[in-house]
């Protein structure tokens, strides 16, 4: 395994530039979340609110990031683009295959 001689440090306060939607942002973190999609009702009406839903809990991930605005939004990784940086300080294994990392 090729490794680092030095060692990496992540400090609070210190975030990982990104785009999302083309605007400037600050990754903070990922966050997973848990959605209540509804079913089908069950029951008679409620009083109060309609019909009462049976639910499933669906788990997503998001990214947590800061736009330049200041604005925190919570965002599916897919729209998330890291702007590319120190990626050759990072540790992978060697299985003799050549990497082409610019």
């Known amino acids: ?9 992540l400090r609070s306060g210190e975030y990982r530039p990104c785009f999302v939607d083309g605007k400037k942002a600050l990754f ?28 499933k809990s669906e788990k997503e991930t ?7 605005s200041g604005e925190i939004i919570t965002v599916f990784p897919k729209f998330i683009k ?12 060697d299985k003799g295959e050549k990497n082409n990392v610019n």
């Not at 999609?37 to 839903?53: A, F, M, R, S, T």
């Not at 702007?83 to 050759?88: D, E, L, Q, R, T």
């Open 62 to 68: 998001y990214g947590l990031v800061e736009l330049e």
């Open 82 to 93: 890291f702007i590319p940086m120190n990626f050759n300080e990072y540790c992978f294994e």
């Open 28 to 55: 903070h973190r990922w966050v997973d979340e848990n959605n209540f999609v509804p079913l089908y009702p069950i029951g008679g009406e409620q009083k109060v609110g309609g019909p009462l839903l049976l639910c």
């Open 1 to 9: 395994m090729a490794c680092l001689e030095s060692t990496i440090t």
